[in-house]
């Protein structure tokens, strides 16, 4: 076994961020910019994949029904252009479907040009302690993957921290490659203490196999103090759909007045 390629890219792009917080294209190539609003229709879609270029995204996510689009309209961008991932959501929001069918919808997706899997876990076996059931379930889905890469939601606001450490490592055992914390539907997004929780898991699958899982927080993330904690405390990739607005916050943060606006303001002094 040995940890996915995007896994340690992104580690690659975490680290250069930590280095270096001004670093905006290595913060970009953190975030899956996200569009899954039920009243969100073409347009809105067509915008998200231009923002996504625009901006050096990581990937975009969106819902199965719209993969076919992304794919025809990245197809027909300029080859020198970055082109983001495309990433969709499986079983979504609930993660009560049949394993059957969460995998005909990761075979489907990938039929249409999707290349990233975000799939809900299924709480009430979380609840039940099916830990079984869910690494089965998670194997079944990246062996339906094949390749790609598979996340899995496990919608941190509904369960109590045993039950996120527990089923992040049957998820983990099962295979997948990244470990998520919430749909954006939940009572509450991505916190430090759901962060901190999955580092321990990611400690334990390096012990036990050899090989590093990421961590995608997802949900709730609207400034750039947040998104930098998330990302300190563990955080290989960021799901948001304000993007650009921490883009433009991060730029902000980091911009210097003109060298002439300093000497105009010396000279007014004397």
């Known amino acids: 076994m040995f940890s996915h390629e995007r896994v340690l890219q992104d580690f690659q792009q975490r680290s250069l961020f930590l280095n270096d917080p001004s670093n905006a294209k290595a913060f970009a190539l953190m975030i899956d910019h996200t569009l899954l609003k039920m009243s969100a229709d073409e347009s809105h879609y067509i915008e998200i994949i231009s923002q996504a270029v ?31 991932l495309i990433c969709t959501v499986i079983g979504f929001p609930n993660g009560y479907s049949l394993t059957e069918c969460k995998v005909a919808e990761v075979i489907a997706s990938e039929k249409h040009g999707a290349n990233e899997f975000d799939y809900v876990q299924n709480i009430g076996w979380v609840k039940e302690g099916h830990w079984q059931r869910l690494e089965e379930e998670a194997n079944a889905l990246v062996n339906a993957a094949q390749d790609d890469l598979v996340k899995v939601i496990l919608e941190t606001s509904l369960l109590s921290e045993e039950e996120i450490f527990q089923s992040a490592l049957a998820a983990a055992r ?13 009572a509450r997004g991505a916190s430090l203490r759901d962060i901190e929780i999955l580092n321990r898991v990611v400690d334990m699958i390096q012990t036990e196999k050899g090989y590093t899982l990421g961590i995608k927080a997802s949900g709730g993330i609207r400034n750039m103090q947040d998104a930098a904690n998330l990302i300190k405390t563990g955080a290989s990739r960021l799901g948001a759909s304000a993007g650009i607005d921490l883009l433009a916050e991060l730029h902000a943060a980091h911009s210097h007045p003109p060298t002439e606006t300093k000497i105009q303001e010396n000279e007014d002094k004397y």
Not at 56 to 67: E, G, N, Q
């Open 54 to 84: 625009e901006h050096h995204f990581r990937s975009i996510c969106i819902p199965s029904c719209r993969v076919e689009l992304a794919s025809h309209r990245l197809d027909q961008m300029n080859a020198d252009s970055h082109l983001p």
């Open 174 to 186: 099962g295979g997948v490659h990244v470990l998520k914390t919430s749909t954006g539907f939940g």
